[in-house]
């Protein structure tokens, strides 16, 4: 509860303009884009400065007030809803570029910085920044780094952890630390850049991150590959790593997500097709070129019905259209559409993708897979309506099945969604009891009244994926 | 003030009457948020975006929160530029939302006298009648011509008028005569080789403030071969009623439209204005509960075309020379023509193929000028907040004449102009009536 003297010391910190306990700002700020999640915060604050946060965060500290960081609100794990209420610490003052440092190749941003704007500034210079999640138009730096998000290029650059190398971040108790720096090489103390990478908020706020670039590629390829079998396509995956070509990405759709976007989009693709590849490589000209002829032969090769290489810009995004309208078409399936993040290595693939069908079959549940295949990262998509209690317990039962059967096959439970509420159950799957105690002996040390986005990634009680509005 | 009980009508108003199933598909993907006006200029306020938004009005009908005075603002804040419809993976029929939940409260809304006055004078004893239409028009056209203006402007009794309202009247175009108004055509044939026959939404202000625009779209259709019919017992299209509120009033005004339409045998119908085109081909929904009227509504919204798809479609561009002296130009969406027709490209297309003309795209075209109906006047600080960002746009891009395709953006633009103390410069024209200059440029030389 944030009580009226509270709220007085807060707007003391912040200006009345800044903090804001209505119900209507409440509500707007109770939930972020995982479906089926809402709970109400007790307030708002806007921070302008380090300083100010590291005041609020000691207020709330003495006071064992839960704060939740959130910037645009666009995770799918329920990481910034405030399930145990309290006060919802936004970014929007904390937004501007502090630095592009060409000598050194990096970029110094306040949390608050949205990652599509960040990426164009820095596309002006010939410099690029990979970490495209799909979200990147109005996602915030400070939720990717929190969130550690990916997206379609992790496989040949890796994902937001493989680019932050600097951070200050306000700990629980008020103090704000300063780790890494613009250096390729840095071994002193613990890393706790890497810590705080993903860790979802419940360590402390980061309020300053300096991130590495790199030189923008040449030119870009892209080409679409069509299957009669599941097979095929994970074999063709397999087979373009293994004759060491590492594309941009390697995206994927099956069939029951190919007939909803033809359903959809009605962009010609044949709907007797079992599996889509989306192939993208970028680099020098001729290595691309190489790349991409290497490719279409393997392609063939594993028996593809047809694959096409774009010969222009627009013929590029043509092809992109298909994969990038996978989740409008789903989402308009049904009311609630629920986009999980299951991750295996990527030689089980095909296994992981026909465990998907075998399951949605035998809960009776539609479930449309669609992913990131270079990296086995998938996206099994369920279509379905919250409203129907019934339907949402088998969606969980098969969620649940998934993501055994992920670790089952030596993958994940998220790949790069995060385990916010709605995976906490099940990350001892994933890291054994032992593991989360160590993850909890970390989280007390740094944080012992448990003010730092409370209720996430540790679990309260045993699986339940689902939490209903408060 | 609006007290517990009524919030409580309010309330149940919600729930019986908000799409469910409509709020329910938004799944807060946040991917709205960058096409809200009112989120970025607001300084990315979640209350002022279309997510914030849907998720009030879900909150009300749940009965989560009260209907109370911060959740009527920020409804009222909205422009209904229905710029999140486009990029919403869900495809959430935000327009439809916030048509139903301000209609709701409006008809719940105990107004001031004042107020109510204004507003019945406006809405049903104003609009909906064409000839009175003419005669307030008229009145301007008085004012305009009889030195009034002149007396007004040089008296200071301007600066006693809000800033914005005494801009915006000079901003106003010259107003036709009411001998004008009143002749207006029913028929004219092609003057090409007949390819097509349509009707003509002619509209209200269109048909009288902006009567040249309208005369110059007929012009333009005619040149194109079409035949074109304008029946005379059309109404105002009921945009304005629509979106403040008065939905009853506007179901009556799309009923008469789509009779006079109906039994026309055209292949389409054409307007020249963004804003009503919005409304008109959105008739199927308003009237989508009324078994008499749903299938007819369908027929007329399927006839629907924007003046400037037409011309495109029938390659008018190809076929006749278009030429005009060496200018910068830039074109501004209507968010309506935009957003709810789907006619982006068809404007461009034809503004590209002026000879002579050096086209600038400026950033965030598509983004609303501000003038949203009567937006501008009734939530001016806002407007003029997101006029400004515009004009910086337009800066950029430096263009010397900025191309729209709805009066209200017209008016809004020409106002930014002035604000800006470009109208030396600057020139702010409808469309239609620089294609024709560019059709007949040839003739004049």
Partial sequence: MVSKEIAQRLIAIVGEANFDNSKMERLVYSYDATPNLQSLPDAVISPRSTKEVSEIIKICNENKIPIVPRGSGTNLCGGTCPTNGGIVLLFKHLNKILEIDEENLTITVQPGVITLDMINTIEEKGLFYPPDPSSMKISTIGGNINENSGGLRGLKYGVTRDYVIALEIVLANGDIIRTGGKLAKDVAGYDFTRLFVGSEGTLGIITEATLKLIPMPEMKKTMLALYDSLEDAARTVSKIIANKIIPTSLEFMDQPTLEVVENFAQIGLPTDVKAVLLIEQDGPEEVVNRDIELIKNICEKEKCISVSVAKSEDEAIALRTARRSALSALAQLRPTTILEDATVPRSKIADMVQAINEIAQKYHVKICTFGHAGDGNLHPTCPTDARDHEEMERVEMAFAEIFEKAIELGGTITGEHGVGIVKAPYLELKLGKEGIQAMLAVKTALDPHNIMNPGKVFAKDARKRMVVSK | ?445
């Fill in chain 2, 1 to 445: 003030m609006t007290t517990l009980q009524e919030q409580q009508k309010l309330q149940e108003q919600f729930k019986a009457r908000m799409n469910e199933d409509e709020l329910l598909n938004c799944m807060r993907c946040g991917f709205c948020l960058p096409s809200c006006p009112t989120y970025i200029e607001s300084g990315q306020k979640e209350s002022h975006s279309p997510r914030g938004r849907i998720a009030l009005m879900k909150a009300v009908t749940d009965g989560l929160i009260e209907p109370d005075e911060d959740v009527e603002r920020t409804l009222e804040l909205c422009l209904g530029c229905r710029a999140c419809e486009p990029v919403c993976p869900s495809g959430v029929k935000y327009g439809h939302l916030l048509e139903e939940a301000r209609d709701i409260i409006a008809q719940h809304k105990k107004h001031s006298l004042p107020t109510r006055f204004v507003r019945k004078f406006v809405f049903k004893d104003l609009f909906p009648h064409q000839n009175r239409m003419r005669l307030a028009v008229g009145l301007l056209g008085l004012y305009q011509r009889t030195g009034l203006q002149k007396i007004a402007r040089k008296s200071g009794v301007m600066k006693l008028i809000p800033n914005n309202l005494s801009a915006m009247e000079k901003v106003l175009p010259t107003v036709p005569s009411m001998k004008q108004m009143k002749s207006r055509p029913n028929y004219l044939p092609p003057i090409q080789s007949k390819i097509s026959r349509v009707a003509f939404f002619s509209g209200c202000l269109m048909d009288t403030m902006f009567l040249e625009t309208n005369n110059a779209t007929m012009k333009l259709l005619q040149l194109a071969g079409c035949e074109i019919v304008i029946p005379n017992d059309q109404a105002c299209c009921g945009a304005l009623h629509g979106h403040s509120g008065e939905k009853d009033i506007a179901k009556e005004m799309a009923k008469k439209n789509i009779a006079a339409f109906e039994n026309l045998e055209v292949d389409y119908i054409i307007t020249n204005a963004g804003g009503c085109g919005g409304f008109l081909i959105d008739y199927d929904h308003l009237l989508k509960d009324d078994p008499m009227w749903k299938d007819r509504a369908q027929s007329f919204k399927n006839k629907l075309k924007d003046i400037s798809q037409i011309l495109v479609e029938v390659e008018f561009h190809k076929k006749v020379r278009l030429k005009l002296p060496t200018q910068i130009i830039t074109y501004q969406d209507s968010c309506h023509l935009r957003n709810v027709m789907k006619t982006a490209s068809a404007p461009r297309i034809l503004l590209q193929s002026i000879e002579n003309i050096i086209y600038h795209e400026m950033q965030d075209a598509d983004r609303c000028c501000g003038s949203a109906g009567i937006y501008n006047i009734v939530e001016s600080e806002m407007s003029m907040q997101i006029l400004d960002y515009k004009m910086e746009q337009v800066k950029h891009s430096q263009a010397t004449t900025i191309v729209t395709a709805n009066p209200g953006c017209l008016l809004q633009m020409k106002l930014g102009v002035e604000r800006e103390q470009q109208s030396h410069r600057t020139d702010v024209v409808h469309i239609v009536d620089l294609l024709l200059q560019a059709a007949e440029y040839d003739d004049h030389q």
